[in-house]
T-cell receptor, first 114, second 121 residues
Framework: AQTVTQSQPEMSVQEAETVTLSCTYD???????LFWYKQPPSRQMILVIR??????QNATENRFSVNFQKAAKSFSLKISDSQLGDAAMYFC???????????FGKGTKLTVNP | DTAVSQTPKYLVTQMGNDKSIKCEQN?????MYWYKQDSKKFLKIMFS???????INETVPNRFSPKSPDKAHLNLHINSLELGDSAVYFC????????????????????FGPGTRLTVT
């Protein structure tokens, strides 16, 4: 079965600095999608960034970028120029291509210090 | 032993019909969710219930109505189905990780059901 592991329960960063959240996953499939979602206390689930496994180029969205290492099954999220509004729970997620199979990691709580 | 189950797995129906998707969790969680997954695999939250009370109600057509008879169940009823409703719908559950004062209790990971692929023709 596919698993997603976020080894950092909590992380903190100074405002304007850069932080990297780690995520590893386990799968024997070759076609899949990886996501980072952000959940603030409002309990919304906000998509941060998406990566297709077949794409070698790392996805970027403004201040957010990923380091996708397919062979190592690693999918870390880098947040540059951290802002107070970035404080939230961050969940790494795996979606099996071609079937409805969705697995979330346990989450990493990010605190941004002013 | 299935943690979060959804029925049906596949649902094919015609425009204008009314249909329901059922969700049940046996994890003892107090929060349940409905998500719609679009063609790009993006998850969009639709509703969230905590202890049978609605806490998130995103801007979805009022043809969609969630019903939570108890903490273990969150059903989704859709009236007057439209072509654009075709998607995969995921149910999820979690223990509410957020406390009232904005603290995270490290228990809020979400467990997802197998999804329901709805096709409206």
């Amino acid at each position: 079965a596919q698993t997603v592991t976020q080894s950092q329960p909590e992380m903190s960063v100074q405002e304007a600095e850069t932080v990297t959240l780690s995520c590893t996953y386990d799968t024997s499939e070759s076609d899949y999608y990886l996501f980072w979602y952000k959940q603030p206390p409002s309990r919304q689930m906000i998509l941060v960034i998406r990566q297709e496994a077949y794409k070698q180029q790392n996805a970027t969205e403004n201040r957010f970028s990923v380091n996708f290492q397919k062979a190592a099954k690693s999918f870390s999220l880098k947040i540059s120029d951290s802002q107070l509004g970035d404080a939230a729970m961050y969940f790494c997620a795996y979606d099996q291509g071609g079937s409805e199979k969705l697995v979330f990691g346990k989450g990493t709580k990010l605190t941004v210090n002013p | 032993d299935t943690a979060v189950s959804q029925t049906p797995k596949y649902l094919v129906t015609q425009m204008g019909n009314d249909k329901s998707i059922k969700c049940e969790q046996n994890l003892g969680h107090d929060t349940m969710y409905w998500y719609k997954q679009d063609s790009k695999k993006f998850l969009k939250i639709m509703f969230s219930y905590n202890n049978k009370e609605l806490i998130i109600n995103e801007t979805v057509p009022n043809r969609f109505s969630p019903k939570s008879p108890d903490k273990a169940h969150l059903n989704l009823h859709i009236n007057s189905l439209e072509l654009g409703d075709s998607a995969v719908y995921f149910c999820a559950s979690s223990q509410d990780g957020w406390t009232a004062d904005g603290q995270w209790t490290l228990e809020g990971e979400q467990y997802f059901g197998p999804g329901t692929r709805l096709t409206v023709t």
